[in-house]
């Protein structure tokens, strides 16, 4: 297998604030990323497929200037939730592709 | 459109009750199948990969199979710790490597 890590697991911020969240490959390069986000009991959904060297590709109706992406090295993409409301709380989860897609464990955010 | 759909949404069964969880899809065209499990908070863990009809992959009490049309996931024997949430995903041969999600099953075995 493959290690996909987050940081933070978990994160409270107040409305208006930004939010970094990292997604680091541990054991492997990836030239992509993927961004997830899920709701209780729902599935994952796509939000963003982050390309190292280049702008990052933004799923239809996911606001490229409020989910700021940024794939800094081959084991390194960032997301930026920028002004957050408590709309955006929500587990965000990243995957990178090693043959397979791997997974994080997953970064829960809570605006207040 | 590519579509995933998996049923049924949720599955209760009693310890060593076997049972198949189905996966159904439709792709202009098929790279690979995906299954995977995920716990409550938890990040998906990647189960198994299928390329092909006809293709089965086993991993203890878990054993995919695959058709043209669907996947499906059986369980035998299962314990409790084999309760979470079973991911079917399909990888399109079109959209680089981004993965079309079903929307899951919620497995709970009971002691």
């Known amino acids: 297998g493959a290690v996909v890590s987050q940081h933070p697991s978990w994160v409270i911020c107040k409305s208006g604030t930004s939010v970094k969240i990292e997604c680091r490959s541990l054991d492997f390069q990836a030239t992509t990323m993927f961004w997830y986000r899920q709701f209780p009991k729902q599935s994952l959904m796509l939000m963003a497929t982050s390309n190292e060297g280049s702008k990052a590709t933004y799923e239809q109706g996911v606001e490229k200037d409020k989910f700021l992406i940024n794939h800094a090295s081959l084991t390194l993409s960032t997301l930026t939730v920028t002004s957050a409301h408590p709309e955006d709380s929500s587990f965000y989860i990243c995957?990178?592709?090693?043959?397979?897609?791997?997974f994080g464990p997953g970064t829960r955010l809570l605006v207040l | 459109e590519d579509q995933v759909t998996q049923s049924p949404e949720a599955l209760r069964l009693q310890e060593g009750e076997s049972s198949s969880l189905n996966c159904s899809y439709t792709?202009?065209?098929?790279?690979?199948l995906f299954w995977y499990r995920q716990d409550p908070g938890k990040g998906p863990e990647f189960l198994f990969t299928?390329?092909?009809a006809g293709e089965e992959k086993e991993k203890e009490r878990l054993k995919a199979t695959l058709t043209k049309k669907e996947s499906f996931l059986h369980i035998t024997a299962p314990k409790p710790e084999d309760s979470a949430t079973y991911l079917c995903?399909?990888?399109?041969?079109?959209?680089?490597?981004?993965?079309?999600f079903g929307q899951g099953t919620r497995l709970t075995i009971n002691p």
């Open positions: 995957s990178a592709p090693k043959g397979t897609q791997y």
């Open positions: 792709v202009s065209g098929l790279r690979g």
């Open positions: 995903a399909v990888h399109p041969i079109q959209g680089a490597q981004k993965l079309v």
């Open positions: 299928l390329y092909s």
